[in-house]
């Protein structure tokens, strides 16, 4: 019995150790601003480099994307593929919209890509001299344009509401480093969010005679 209280003795009365000043909690302020600023520079990082928020202000999109729209654009996949027909995308102001004072990024669908002859008339749009189906559109171009060659590196991009948009026919071509991104999903409004159709199918005909 003795030996037994001696032991229990001797941990009860061993000296508590100082405070490991690495163990103290941090100010719960300090904690929080760095959690702050993680997230900030997450978020940035994300805007940067892989995709971002954008809302669309006028009607040169109709029917497919409507005013106040809002869209995520996938800024990652155009560093390891190139643009295609059909894909949406959101571009830097061109060096002759920026000699128009626009700032603004602006989005239309590409349609001509590098190499490609097109022109417009009779209110559809021929690609090398065949006209392509395009089931998207408001109504059909009732302007005449080209035929033109796209530049190598650049695209011909237009609105889907052909007679009030703002786009390649009138101001020329997009080059690839303008090009931020593609529009992929729509977030917003609820009843119409979902993902937007990247790349629609094109039905050509057989070249006029």
Do not use: C
């Amino acid at each position: 019995m003795t030996r037994a209280k001696e032991t229990a003795s001797d941990t009860n009365s061993r000296p508590t150790p100082p405070n490991n000043p690495d163990q103290n909690p941090e100010n719960p302020w300090v904690e929080a601003l760095k959690t702050i600023g993680l997230s900030a520079i997450l978020a940035i990082g994300i805007r940067h480099f892989v995709a971002e928020a954008r809302y669309i202000p006028s009607g040169s999109m109709l029917p497919t994307l409507e005013i106040n729209d809002r869209l995520i654009v996938d800024k990652l996949s155009y560093r390891f593929t190139s643009p295609e027909r059909g894909d949406i995308v959101v571009f830097s102001p061109t060096d002759t919209l920026q000699e128009q004072n626009f700032k603004d990024a602006f989005i239309k669908r590409v349609i001509g890509l590098p190499g490609e002859t097109v022109e417009v008339k009779g209110e559809r749009v021929y690609i090398n001299n065949i006209p392509i189906k395009e089931r998207y559109i408001e109504e059909g171009p009732n302007y005449q344009y080209g035929p033109e060659i796209v530049p190598d590196d650049q695209y011909l991009v237009l609105g889907d509401n052909r007679n009030n948009s703002y786009d390649s026919h009138y101001w020329g071509f997009v080059p690839r480093d303008k090009i931020i991104g593609r529009a992929v999903i729509r977030f917003w409004p609820p009843n119409r969010m979902g993902e937007l159709n990247p790349q629609p199918v094109y039905l050509q005909e057989a070249p006029e005679q």
